[in-house]
């Protein structure tokens, strides 16, 4: 463990037989015809519970205007889809440089958090919270700067209210971060667990599965290294915490060696083994995580996409048998079969470019559209990361076998506010 992690410097952040067999395969392409028309059918369909609003928290990419959170069009029947409906700024008190990060939508619908991973810098507020109960008419209600962490990364809504929200860092950047809780009124309640390992704890993803009592992050990175305040490389992570839910406690500690960067984790809904999935981000592996014998083996390699693609963000079905995965170095996004958790399966990529920088993901309700942001990161001159992204906000259609884009959607954060280029990252919808 580096130093600069340990004592630190400057604040932080830093998816016959011919003719049985002729009949067969007959059969298999019927089905799969019936299928796809009636995903088509379900896709035209005009749906009062299909998603009709795009939340995006956004940061001002010469961090001089308000940071801010816009409300698009989401519904492909509309004529303005995929324009901005509104926009709502940061509060005066932290309004500029606090580079808007992940997102949560409360379990209610009515609640949109969106958290600044870079406020610490400018000691201002990192969490903020607005109330979308009108999408259209979306108001800013309170910020929070929870006293023992810093680097406000992923929310999960809790189920009565509130949010637990991975910090991944301690409150000047360090670690050992925490994971605060927030109630139905948005009040901070804890930040866990009460005494955090000292071994690289800084928690990026989370995911949870309340009946089997679990809970799982993974540790990323330790913020601070990434600044150039702090000497030498990114002190990169590779982990997965394995949680009581109920207690907020730390069980198990799952090392990855040479992982470079788990970002991300998801627990497969419904598995009976408790499994998860994580990439390592600098060795291009897909990991099955087995939460109860604690330990990680390598299912999937990235590089047969494209080899130091920097797999990141991963979002999965309800049914657990696709896995969707962001690439932000190869400008992709992977669609893998998950029908066997231990034997994963290629089944489309879609290419954004070369230079688009794919990050955050959000399914819809339905799951037969991914939105996808293109931006990660950029310290600018202050820090060592620079992946800018082409700004774009994208919306892929899925199929069973296929992952298009839909070019009825187009969005540039370059050219769709006055106040000039955004950088596009939290998504979610309503």
């Not at 808007?100 to 409360?106: A, E, F, I, Q």
């Not at 702090?230 to 109920?246: A, E, H, K, N, T």
Request: glycine share 10%; with cysteine.
């Amino acid at each position: 463990m580096s130093n600069g992690c340990r004592a630190g410097a400057c604040a932080w952040l830093i998816v016959g037989v011919a003719a049985i067999a002729s009949a067969a395969t007959a059969a298999g392409v019927d089905h799969r015809q019936r299928d796809q028309e009636k995903n088509d059918q379900e896709h035209r369909r005009p749906d009062h519970d299909r998603e009709r609003y795009l939340f995006v928290c956004a940061g001002d990419q010469a961090r001089e205007a308000p940071d801010f959170m816009a409300v698009i069009d989401f519904d492909p029947s509309s004529a303005s889809y995929g324009k901005v409906l509104a926009t709502v700024p940061f509060p005066a008190s932290s309004a500029s440089g606090n580079e808007p990060h992940h997102v949560g939508l409360s379990s209610d619908g009515r609640t949109l958090a969106c958290g600044g991973l870079l406020s610490v810098l400018k000691g201002q507020k990192e969490i903020f919270f607005f109330d979308v109960t009108r999408p259209t008419a979306p108001r800013f209600i309170r910020a929070a700067d929870p006293p023992l962490s810093a680097i406000t990364d992923e929310f999960h809504a809790l189920p009565g209210g509130g949010f637990l929200v991975t910090m991944m860092g301690g409150p000047q950047g360090h670690h050992p971060g925490r994971v605060a809780e927030f109630d139905a009124s948005l009040q901070l309640v804890a930040e866990h667990p009460k005494s955090p390992p000292d071994d690289g704890f800084n928690p990026h993803g989370i995911s949870v599965r309340p009946e089997l009592n679990l809970m799982v992050t993974s540790d990323f990175i330790c913020p601070s290294t990434t600044l150039h305040a702090v000497p030498g490389d990114l002190d990169l992570r590779g982990s997965i915490r394995v949680w009581s839910l109920r207690s907020r406690r730390i069980v198990r500690t799952i090392p990855i060696p040479g992982a470079g960067g788990t970002i991300d984790v998801q627990l497969i809904p419904g598995d009976r083994r408790a499994r998860a999935y994580t990439a390592g981000m600098l060795d291009d592996k897909l990991y099955l995580v087995d939460t109860r014998a604690g330990r990680a083996r390598p299912v999937f390699d990235f590089s047969t996409i494209a080899k130091g693609g920097w797999p990141q963000l991963m979002r999965m079905t309800r049914d657990g048998t696709r896995l969707f995965v962001s690439m932000n170095v190869a400008g992709r996004v992977a669609m893998l079969d998950t029908s066997d958790p231990s034997r994963p399966t290629l089944i489309a990529t879609a290419d954004l470019g070369a230079d688009s920088g794919p990050h955050y993901l959000t399914l819809t309700r339905d799951e037969r559209r991914l939105v996808v942001s293109d931006y990660f990161l950029n310290e600018d001159d202050f820090g060592k990361v620079h992946q800018e992204g082409d700004h774009k906000v994208h919306v892929l259609s899925v199929r069973p076998d296929t992952l298009t884009l839909d070019p009825a959607f187009y969005l540039d954060f370059n050219t769709a506010f006055p106040a000039g280029p955004a950088r596009p990252h939290g998504l979610a919808l309503k």
